[in-house]
């Protein structure tokens, strides 16, 4: 059974307003667009009124027969021509609003989903931030471009023609008015229910895409352990569940659609009947009456249209609330990017005095009633190579990532230079402190590309004279600036540090890789990883099984030679193979959640303790 938490939906107020402040943004397109809009309805009304006048003049006997039939009729045409123009355009003009809209909500949410914090991301896992990304986008995507534009034509139709009826008799206006009761119960039902109903459709996809995605990712994992019929038993609920919450959504529109349905089509027939009553009383003329009937017969259309698009209305207001909601998701547990822990702004926190990690009294939980790491006292010095070993699930790598700043400590503090990591902004804590472990990716790009991630100060064009982009700043150990040879001598040193500048310069550095590209091999992933390492040159390194995919020779050559890289910086390495707590100026044993024994190596080893079983045991003497 999943434990992944889902991110937060914004509530339906939050997204009203959201929605408000994006249309607003471009108040003379938008009215523009209406007024386009407006002006095209106008036009519909003169036919209808034409035609009034016409029968009006008929029957009294004027006009000069088929002369007046004849201009009405061009006179019709000529607005219906400049009706549909008018109509072009108000949809070109409201497109393109659309699309100017649509890219900053998508430009917004792509900042948002980049500003989630690490933890956050994984305890709500991939299935729901892709089917956000992918499936809500897509829906909003399509309601903007057909539902939101149809929708307000039919508005500005509706209010235009209405506004045409009190004009032509304000009594034939009251029998438009006979729906209202109907319409209003049965919108009250509807909108009381489809909110909660939508989103959950939205849920039941991020559950199918989780569940497919651990599924096809674990591929070797279910079949070593013949789990298929267990996985499949998964997707059938996830998909039954799924086709519920459809058939639930779909069942409030059968209920819905027809009662309003049959509610528009009374005001056609109370207007005749009613109008017929007022004409034969004098009340109103017969001109008046066939111009409001057929005023409100062109109301059937514009209905029909906001009825037809309250389905997708509905379906695009609930994954905006998702797609918000990302926005909101920093609040529910780790600062927002820019803000401290109170909400105040990063960049007003103090810079770090040192580059020293000390931990405090450090607890960390990922159920509420099971702490991982129990009471976690450390400092680090600047400059020092720290090794934790321990057995599994001891909480070795948490402790990185808390060190990293992915995590936030449940009781106690993790600072450096004095400044807790939970008040660094993303950007400052970067510059401090880098994890890597044996997770790596390669996007998709050129090979330059992907070491240029690391370091977006350089310029990434090849060719001599191309070194750092302005503002960058030399990192420590680095010297006063890059060697002479520009940007790709530099990324050159850096492959080389890693023992991969052989196999990249074979490949070049303007060859695609990732998807579409050349494949890498897992431990090459891995030295293009570290590479960046090397690039992105921050003062505190954790490395959690960084060389864990290399044989033992190689991944022993490449931190020979990351050592002297990493002079003066400070290295903190999870380590599973014991060398490399050989190498380092301080041992921290870790078991059950607790630092058990912490000193150089051989004083571990003299102690006789845990730390010398596992040398032992590594060394094969037990």
């Known amino acids: 059974m999943s434990t992944h ?15 408000r402040r994006l249309a607003l943004r ?36 004027g006009g000069d027969g088929g002369g007046a039939i004849a201009r009405t009729a061009l006179l019709i045409c000529v607005f219906v021509i400049v009706q549909a123009l008018l109509t072009h355009a108000a949809t070109y003009a409201s497109a393109r609003l659309g699309e100017k809209v649509l890219a900053e909500l998508r430009e917004r ?36 471009r057909r539902a939101v534009p149809a929708t307000m034509t039919a508005l500005v139709t509706i209010a235009v023609t209405f506004g045409a009826l009190f004009v032509v008799g304000p009594l034939l206006a009251f029998p438009c008015l006979i729906a209202v009761p109907v319409l209003w119960a049965a919108s009250r039902w509807f909108f009381g229910r489809s909110r909660e109903a939508f989103l959950r459709q939205s849920a039941s996809y991020a559950r199918i895409t989780e569940g497919l995605t651990e599924t096809v990712e674990g591929a070797r994992t279910v079949e070593a352990l013949r789990l298929a019929g267990r996985r499949a038993e998964r997707t059938d609920r996830d998909i039954a569940g799924s086709y519920a919450a459809e058939r639930h959504t779909i069942g409030l529109l059968t209920v819905f659609l027809p009662i309003v349905d049959t509610a528009y089509v009374l005001p056609v027939a109370a207007t005749l009947v009613l109008g017929g009553l007022f004409a034969l009383h004098g009340m109103v003329s017969l001109a008046a009456v066939t111009a409001a009937t057929l005023y409100v017969q062109q109301l059937l259309g514009p209905v029909d249209t906001v009825l037809y698009c309250l389905g997708d209305l509905q379906a695009g207001a609930a994954s905006l609330a998702r797609l918000r909601g990302v926005h909101r998701a920093p609040a529910s547990g780790a600062p927002a990017p820019g803000a401290d822990a109170s909400g105040t702004d990063a960049s007003a926190v103090a810079a770090p005095r040192h580059r020293g990690l000390a931990l405090r009294g450090v607890r960390y939980a990922y159920r509420e009633d099971r702490d991982v790491l129990r009471g976690i006292d450390l400092e680090i010095e600047p400059g020092e190579r720290l090794a934790v070993v321990g057995p599994s699930g001891a909480g070795k790598s948490t402790l990185g990532r808390l060190l990293a700043g992915i995590h936030a400590p449940r009781t106690g503090s993790v600072t450096v230079g004095g400044v807790p990591l939970a008040e660094l902004s993303p950007a400052r804590l970067r ?17 330059r590309e992907n070491l240029l991630i690391a370091a977006p100060g350089r310029v990434p064009g090849p060719g001599p004279g191309r070194g750092l982009g302005p503002g960058r700043e ?32 074979e490949l070049g550095l303007d060859a695609r890789v990732g998807a579409g590209g050349a494949a890498l091999a897992p431990d090459r992933v891995q030295q293009l990883s570290l590479a960046r390492l090397v690039l992105a040159d921050p003062h505190t390194l954790v490395l959690d099984e960084a060389t864990s995919l290399l044989d033992p020779r190689a991944a022993r050559r490449l931190e020979r030679s990351l050592a002297a890289l990493l002079e003066g910086r400070t ?52």
């Open 431 to 447: 510059g401090q402190v880098a994890l890597v472990t044996q997770e790596t990716y390669v996007f998709a790009g050129t090979l």
């Open 474 to 505: 030399p990192g420590p150990g680095r010297g006063p600036g890059p060697e002479p040879g520009g940007a790709d001598a530099e990324l050159e040193r850096a492959l080389d540090a890693v023992g991969a500048r052989e196999w990249a310069l």
């Open 109 to 144: 949410f792509v900042g948002d989903v980049l500003a989630l914090p690490l933890a956050t991301v994984e305890r709500a896992g991939a299935g729901d931030l892709v089917t956000r990304t992918i499936r809500d986008v897509e829906v909003l995507a399509g309601c903007v």
């Open 571 to 622: 290295v903190i390495a999870i380590a599973h193979r014991l060398h490399t707590a050989h190498d380092a100026d301080r041992v921290a044993v870790m078991e059950n959640g607790r630092i058990t024994e912490l000193g150089p190596h051989d004083e571990l080893v003299a102690r006789g303790g845990a730390y010398a079983a596992l040398w032992e045991s590594w060394h094969g003497r037990t």
């Open 26 to 61: 471009h108040p003379r397109e938008l009215t523009a667009v209406l007024a386009l809009y407006a002006l095209a309805a106008g036009c519909g009304l003169v036919g209808p009124r034409l035609l009034g006048d016409l029968v009006e003049d008929t029957r009294d006997g």
């Open 5 to 19: 938490t889902s991110l937060p939906v914004a509530p339906a107020r939050d997204t009203r307003a959201y929605a």
